[in-house]
């Protein structure tokens, strides 16, 4: 009898676990959708976010991608570009493409509704002429006044991390360029085992310009000076963010930069420290400056980046990103530093970028920002 009992208890323990197990079940699992509920409505409350996510999913070359997305101009610089500079594209490793526009109307509607006050960040008439992606040229001088305060001069010699060739004492460059240089210029020799790489010009005043120009004439003529030299005021050299490369020989003799390996290493890889060749043989058309092999301007990582990918200058570039990009249909470029949404505005305010961004102008019409994402 007693082991009957003691059977039936077993059996009864036995039923009360399996329900106590089932209910348990019903709990998580309620408990798993409870909690899927939450974050998708928080995921749509930050429009934002799912447009960053649809626009990784259609960031891939832009060979492709050209020919896939809906954009406006089809005969912006890139899409011919991204034809024939595939090889290009892939050997880099910076990709790119602009969200289409299906993808950036989608984050609209999840934005509108929802009640989401979006907070906005004013963009100044100064902002326009300052930053890293000004475009200076024949066409368009340099603001001298309006860069005074963030040009940050550092002398060269002075403040490099370590001893490379720089030819003049009083050489300088924007501060925040400096790290990238030092680091370009000792990559350079370590993958050429030479230590010889050095700064043959550097920060240029105007009156500087005018020198530089005058010379110019006087030694080998107008002509000469007008294929290789900017007017002053019109030179790359007043933003503090290009500089000369030069081979400086332990005799004190200088050697010829241009038919260096240095230079093809330096065409090839200056892109990785935020660097770009400014004047290509190819180029010349539009930048109206000759061939110069040893000339390389600072416009950041993610820019280099994509203009050395898609074999643009600065001029193309900055047309494209102003005929095929918006806040709602950025340029997403992913390269060594991280993956960047990149955008042209001419509006004076802008939706507050989600993340750690910078702002620079083009030097005429409008701003380019760029997020870190
Ligand atoms: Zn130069």
Redesign the pocket.
């Known amino acids: 009898m007693s082991e009957m009992n003691s059977r039936e208890r077993r059996r009864r323990k036995k039923k009360q676990r399996k329900i106590a197990i089932t209910v348990m079940g019903i709990l998580i699992v309620l408990l798993a959708a409870a909690a899927f509920y939450v974050t998708l409505q928080a995921k749509k409350n930050q429009g934002g976010d799912e447009s960053s996510v649809s626009r990784e999913a259609s960031s891939e070359s832009l060979a492709s991608s050209s020919s896939g997305s809906n954009q406006t101009s089809s005969q912006s610089p890139v899409s011919s570009a991204g034809s024939s500079g595939s090889s290009a594209a892939s050997a880099g490793s910076a990709t790119g493409s602009a969200a289409s526009p299906a993808a950036s109307s989608v984050s609209d509607s999840a934005v509108s509704g929802t009640s989401v006050q979006t907070e906005t960040v004013s963009l100044t008439e100064d902002e326009k002429y300052t930053g890293d992606l000004i475009l200076i040229n024949a066409d368009q001088a340099y603001d001298f006044e309006r860069n005074a305060s963030s040009i940050d001069l550092k002398n060269i010699r002075e403040s490099q991390s370590f001893s490379y060739p720089v030819g003049k004492e009083e050489f300088q460059v924007a501060g925040r360029v400096l790290s990238s240089l030092d680091a370009m210029i000792a990559a350079c020799d370590q993958a050429m085992g030479t230590s010889y790489t050095g700064i043959s010009?550097a920060y240029r005043t105007k009156e500087y310009q005018q020198q530089v120009w005058d010379d110019a004439v006087k030694t080998y003529g107008e002509s000469y000076a007008e294929k290789y030299v900017a007017v002053p005021g019109f030179?790359?050299?007043h933003t503090g963010l290009?500089?000369?490369l030069g081979i400086f020989y332990d005799d004190g003799s200088e050697g010829s930069f241009s038919e260096s390996d240095n230079a093809v290493w330096m065409k090839d890889n200056s892109w990785h420290y935020g660097f770009i060749r400014?004047y290509a043989e190819d180029k010349q058309a539009i930048t109206k400056i000759s061939n110069?092999a040893?000339?390389f301007r600072y416009v950041g990582v993610p820019h280099a980046a994509y203009m050395y990918a898609n074999n643009l200058c600065l001029e193309e570039y900055l047309d494209y990103l102003k005929n095929n990009t918006s806040q709602d249909a950025p340029l997403s470029v992913t390269c060594d530093t991280g993956t960047f949404s990149i955008f042209y505005t001419a509006d004076k305010t802008i939706r507050k970028p989600e993340g750690v961004y910078e702002l620079s102008g083009d030097n005429s019409s409008g701003y380019i920002v760029t997020i870190a994402v």
Request: proline share 0%; glycine share 0%.
């Open positions: 010009s030179s790359e050299h290009a500089v000369d400014r110069e040893w000339h």
